[in-house]
């Protein structure tokens, strides 16, 4: 991915300057199962300054279950699932008074979000779906609120405050900024240059030499004996998007895979782990989304033919 330099420098910045409560020094593995369980897990910290802008950084399987992408500036890094995002689409603000809300559309084994809000606010109500908890602190002078559930499904969070007319060094005439914020603030400005400078790569580095058609099949893929003994090892579920595959000439979007067998989000990800393990199937890594294809292990080292 061109964009994975830029995450390991905005991970160094934001490991040096802020701890991420939740998250283990050796790194955070998602743990999957086949069951009925959910194995879908999202571990962030949402830094909101006083403009309504926040920062996102942490980790999540599915962004696609993060409405507040779409109108955001992300980079997500598809291999190990961090997410790093600068939004103005978490808050609303209506006169003195502002409206944090966050919502998924996935379902969680585990969910850990923790706000990090401006000093000297007003806390409201706070509310979220009844499977969540949440807990209310302060660190380094700031608001805390953070929010943890286990097998949890869409869960949502809002939280309302208020900020002060006149911020302590208004009414002091002295310098009053809190050295949090000030982190915080220099993090914004890093994240968003790297954003920045990460799309410009994307551009300039497609635009030199010839571009690379991609590799389409225009046969019809047969299923062989060795294919279908290879093929009832698998579980239903394994066997259904393998059968989608073949059905689709050996490849299609993720999301697409998703729709066809009706798989839900929640279970796709470790199916598809599964079969990646056994060298059935090979993720085509994009910036947005994946696409799901065949192995050449699976279509022809393993007896696979074409008609």
Same mark, same amino acid.
């Given at each position: ?13 934001t ?5 991420t409560?939740?998250l ?16 879908s ?11 309504g ?42 006169g003195?008074?502002?409206? /944090?809300?966050?919502?998924?559309t ?19 109500r ?6 969540l ?30 900020q ?13 900024f ?16 790297? /954003? ?14 010839? &571009? ?12 062989t ?14 066997r ?31 199916? /598809?782990r599964a ?15 994946? &696409?799901?294809e ?8 393993n ?5």
């Open positions: 991915m061109k964009t994975a330099g830029i995450l390991y420098l905005v991970l160094l910045f490991a040096i300057a802020t701890p409560p939740g283990a020094s050796d790194g955070f593995s998602f743990a999957f199962n086949d069951t009925g369980s959910y194995s897990q999202l571990i962030l910290d949402i830094y909101v300054d006083e403009t802008k926040a920062l996102v950084i942490g980790y999540v399987n599915d962004p696609e279950s993060l409405p507040f992408l779409q109108t955001a500036d992300y980079i997500y890094e598809i291999e190990t699932q961090q997410l790093y995002a600068i939004t103005h689409a978490l808050t609303e603000k209506s003195e008074r502002w409206m /944090l809300t966050f919502t998924t996935a379902n969680y084994s585990t969910y850990q979000a923790v706000f990090y809000l401006p000093p000297a606010i007003s806390l409201g706070i509310t979220c779906s009844d499977q908890e949440y807990l209310v602190s302060t660190a380094n002078e700031s608001l805390v609120v953070e929010f943890h559930g286990y097998e949890v499904q869409g869960p949502g969070v809002w939280i309302a405050y208020q002060p007319l006149t911020t302590p060094s208004e009414a002091t005439g002295v310098n009053a809190d050295p949090g914020y000030v982190i915080l603030i220099v993090l914004l400005a890093i994240v968003s240059l790297m /954003l920045s400078v990460g799309f410009l790569m994307v551009r300039l580095g497609s635009e030199p030499g010839p &571009v690379e058609k991609p590799r389409v099949r225009s046969m019809k893929i047969k299923q004996p060795a294919m279908a003994r290879t093929m009832e090892t698998l579980t239903d579920r394994e259904a998007i393998v059968n989608a595959l073949l059905k689709h000439n050996g490849e299609m979007t993720q999301s697409d895979l998703r729709h066809e067998t009706e798989i839900p989000k929640s279970s796709l990800n470790s199916i /598809l079969l990646e393990r056994g060298q059935i199937i090979k993720k085509n890594a994009g910036r947005r989304k994946n &696409v799901i065949l192995t050449e292990w699976f279509l022809s080292g007896g696979g033919e074409k008609t």
